[in-house]
C-alpha cells in the first residue's frame, strides 16, 4: 500500500415509504393453489420481508444527494475540497445528462471537478468507490466522493418485482481522519449475461436461476483474487462479511459453498482451503448485516449500504470483507480496515438502523401507482398530490432559488441567467430556509407543479400525511423532483419541506 485511502465519512438514505413483498405477491399470484407455499418460500427462502419504495417526489440523483450530504456532514469536510465525484446507477433519471453533476451541485461541491456517472449493473457503486479511491492514489484528486444510488423497476409479476428497492449510500474518499481505510479491491469479472435490460427498454430481462451460479462463481472469483494478492489472509479471518444482496439467499447460498468440507465452487486449488468459513462465522460475521430484509434489493447501493451497516457498528482495528456484484458479471471483493475515527464520527449522521426504523407501509394500490408511474413512457408532467403550506425559519441558514419570469423555470441551485438562450425573462431570487416551522397548510393540494406556488411564498410538503401536519411542527428543506417539461424535456428539481427526520 502507497498512503492509506479511505473513507471519511459515509451516509445512506433509504426512502420512507415500504411495501410488504407479500401484498405484492398475493395481488399477483393470488389465484395460485400454492400460494401459501410461495409465501412461505419468499419468506423463508429468499428472505425479503419488505422493498423501499421511492415516492413521486424522489429519484436516484435525490436519494444519491441525501445520502452525499450525511457522508459530507460526517467526514466534517468543505464540499468544495471535494475534487471528483461518480455516481453508480443502473436507474439513470437522463440517459444523457449526468446525476452526478446534479448531486455535486446540490450540495455544495465547486466547479473544477470530475463529474461520472458509472454503470455496472449493482456493482457500479463500489466501482464508483474504485474509481475515486484511484484518483486519489494517484494524486489527480485530494477528495471524492462515491455514490451507489438506485430505484431499479422490474417487470410486473416477476421474481425481481417481489424484491426490487430503493436506496443510496454515499463515501467521501480521502487520506485523512479515515473511519476505514481501503486496503485492498480485487476483480473479478467474465461474460455471462444472466441479467440485462436493452437501451430504451424499461424494466431488465433475466435468465433465472442462472443468476444464481453467475453470481456464486463470480462472488468467490473476486474472493480466490483478493487471497492470491495477500498470501497468509484466510476468509474466515475477517470480522465482517457481506456479500452483495439481491435476496436474502443468494448471499448465504455463498456461504452454503463455504462451509463444505471441500469447497466445490472457484477454480484455484493454491487458495480453496483459506476461503472456508464456519457455521458460527455465518450467524455472527454475515447474517447480522443482511439490510435486504427491510429494504430488497438496492442494487448499485446495496453492497455501499451494507458496509454503512457495519460501520454503524463495527470497532476500531475489525476487518471488513465486502463483496459486490452485478450482473453480466462482475464482482469487487473490498477489504476495508476500521480506523480510530469511527467512534467520533458514526454519531454525527443519522444511521442505516435510523432510516429502516423511519418507516411508512404503503397500500398495494399506492405502490401500484408509483409503479405505473415509473414505467409509462410518456412523462409530460410529473403529476403527484403535493400538499402545500405556509412556513417560517428557524435559524439563519437558507438555500436560494431563481424562478424565471418568462418561462417559469425553476433554477436550482441558482443561475445567472436563463437556460434558455433567448429567454429574456428576470431572475426572481426566492429565499428558502433549510429548518422551518408550519404555519398553516393551504386546504387544496396541487397535483401539477407551478412556479407560481413558490413565488406566493408558499412550499411543497413531502413524507408526510395530511391530518399529521399541525401548525408548528418542525420541516426540514429536501431536494426533490418537482416536474417534467414534456416527454423529452428536462427534469426540475428544487427544495421541498419534510417534517423533521430526528434522530430517536
Ligand atoms: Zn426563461
New binding site residues.
Given amino acids: 500500500m502507497v498512503d492509506d485511502v479511505g473513507i471519511m465519512g459515509y451516509g445512506v438514505c433509504i426512502p420512507l415509504e415500504r411495501v410488504a413483498t407479500e401484498t405484492i405477491v398475493r395481488k399477483r399470484e393470488g389465484r395460485r393453489k400454492d400460494i401459501e407455499e410461495l409465501l412461505s418460500k419468499i419468506r423463508n427462502g429468499l428472505l425479503l420481508q419488505y422493498k423501499s419504495i421511492a415516492n413521486s417526489s424522489e429519484d436516484t440523483t435525490t436519494l444519491a444527494t441525501e445520502a452525499v450530504q450525511n457522508a459530507i456532514t460526517m467526514s466534517g469536510i468543505d464540499p468544495m475540497k471535494i475534487g471528483s465525484v461518480a455516481l453508480g446507477t443502473e436507474s439513470k433519471p437522463y440517459a444523457v445528462g449526468l446525476a452526478a453533476r446534479h448531486v455535486a451541485s446540490f450540495v455544495g461541491v465547486g466547479e473544477n471537478v470530475f463529474v461520472a456517472d458509472l454503470e455496472g449493473a449493482c456493482n457500479a457503486g463500489m466501482q464508483a468507490v474504485n474509481y475515486v479511491m484511484s484518483q486519489i492514489k494517484a494524486g489527480i484528486v485530494d477528495y471524492g466522493i462515491a455514490i451507489g444510488s438506485d430505484l431499479s423497476q422490474a417487470p410486473v409479476k416477476d421474481a425481481l418485482e417481489y424484491s426490487a428497492g430503493a436506496g443510496a449510500a454515499a463515501f467521501v474518499l480521502g487520506k485523512k481522519n479515515l473511519v476505514a481505510s481501503i486496503r485492498d479491491m480485487a476483480p473479478y469479472s467474465t461474460l455471462s449475461l444472466d441479467f440485462w435490460r436493452r437501451d430504451e427498454m424499461l424494466v431488465p430481462k433475466h435468465h433465472g436461476r442462472t443468476t444464481v451460479e453467475v453470481y456464486t462463481n463470480a462472488v468467490i472469483g473476486a474472493m480466490e483474487e483478493l487471497l492470491r494478492r495477500h498470501p497468509n489472509m484466510k476468509i474466515s479471518d475477517f470480522e465482517h462479511i457481506t456479500f452483495h444482496q439481491p435476496s436474502g439467499y443468494m448471499p448465504l447460498k455463498v456461504c452454503k459453498a463455504l462451509v463444505q468440507p471441500k469447497i466445490e465452487v472457484g477454480c484455484d486449488p493454491n487458495v480453496r482451503d483459506r476461503l472456508k468459513i464456519s457455521k458460527e462465522d455465518i450467524e455472527t460475521k454475515v447474517k447480522p448485516w443482511l439490510t435486504v430484509l427491510q429494504t430488497g434489493n438496492t442494487y448499485a447501493a446495496s453492497t455501499p449500504i451494507a458496509i454503512a451497516t457495519i460501520l454503524d457498528k463495527a470497532k476500531a482495528g475489525d476487518d471488513i470483507l465486502a463483496v459486490s456484484y452485478g450482473s453480466g458479471a462482475y464482482t469487487i471483493a473490498t477489504w476495508l480496515k476500521v480506523g480510530k475515527e469511527i467512534n467520533k464520527k458514526r454519531k454525527t449522521v443519522l444511521g442505516v438502523q435510523d432510516y429502516i426504523r423511519r418507516r411508512k407501509e404503503i397500500d398495494f394500490k399506492t405502490y401500484a401507482g408509483y409503479l405505473k408511474e415509473r414505467t409509462r413512457r410518456e412523462k409530460i408532467r410529473l403529476e403527484y398530490p403535493r400538499i402545500v403550506g405556509y412556513i417560517e425559519p428557524i435559524g439563519k441558514k437558507s438555500i436560494d432559488v431563481i424562478i ?1 419570469s ?2 417559469n ?1 425553476v433554477y436550482y441551485p441558482v443561475r445567472s441567467r ?1 437556460l ?1 438562450f433567448e ?1 429574456t ?1 428576470n431572475l426572481d431570487k426566492i429565499t428558502l430556509p433549510i429548518k422551518a416551522r408550519l404555519k398553516k397548510l393551504c386546504p387544496r393540494q396541487q397535483k401539477i407543479f407551478n412556479s407560481k406556488t413558490l413565488k406566493k411564498g408558499k412550499v411543497f410538503i413531502v413524507d408526510a400525511d395530511v391530518d399529521k401536519l399541525k401548525p408548528k411542527i418542525e420541516l426540514e428543506c429536501v431536494t426533490r423532483r418537482l416536474d417534467y417539461e414534456g416527454s423529452d424535456g428536462l427534469i426540475i428539481y428544487g427544495p421541498c419541506y419534510r417534517p423533521s427526520f430526528i434522530k430517536k
Avoid: D, E
Fill in positions: 424565471c418568462s418561462c423555470r436563463c434558455n429567454c425573462g
